[in-house]
């Protein structure tokens, strides 16, 4: 099995598909629309290659596979299967292990996540109930977390 770039999905299909807005000239090569990390209005989409970038928390991609990654909590081999680009070649998937996030920037993420997490658990006590974006979103931040716990224990 074999992942070809070729196959992942049409740039602005993709995220327009996520239910992200597409917002700037018709000509414009990037995009602005809602940043599914920190959910302000500053995340800068390329419409040709699916580069991606935050102007404000600075989360950032290449492509639409490193933003499904990142969005949904996902391995690489899951969600190059997700997008259709995992190729079955009859060869069984090589098996790799990421290298560790270092310390510093694992209690970044840890500490970002879990503020996150905490804001919208207030927001739930307080009687505010979560739209379904915002429980993904808390998913996805718990399953960071645990994966960071896991690398570290």
Not at 79 to 95: C, E, I, M, N, S
Not at 107 to 133: D, H, K, W, Y
Request: aromatic share 8%; proline share 7%; hydrophobic share 40%.
């Amino acid at each position: 099995m074999s992942f070809d770039r070729n196959l992942l999905p049409d740039p602005v299909t993709y995220f327009e598909n996520q239910g992200l807005i597409l917002k700037g000239p018709r000509s414009a090569k990037w995009k602005t629309t809602r940043c599914e990390f920190h959910g302000g209005n500053s995340m800068r989409i390329n419409v040709a290659s699916g580069g991606w970038c935050c102007m404000n928390c600075d989360e950032h991609g290449s492509n639409v596979l490193d933003y499904h990654l990142k969005v949904h909590g996902l391995e690489f081999v899951d969600a190059a299967k997700a997008l259709g680009a995992w190729v079955d070649d009859g060869k069984p998937a090589p098996r790799s292990t990421p290298a560790p996030l270092p310390p510093r920037a694992a209690l970044s993420v840890m500490g970002f996540e879990a503020t996150l997490i905490a804001i919208e658990g207030t927001r739930i006590v307080n009687g505010v109930l979560p739209t379904q974006e915002v429980l993904t979103r808390v998913r996805v931040a718990a399953g960071r977390i645990n994966r960071i716990v896991e690398v570290y224990q």
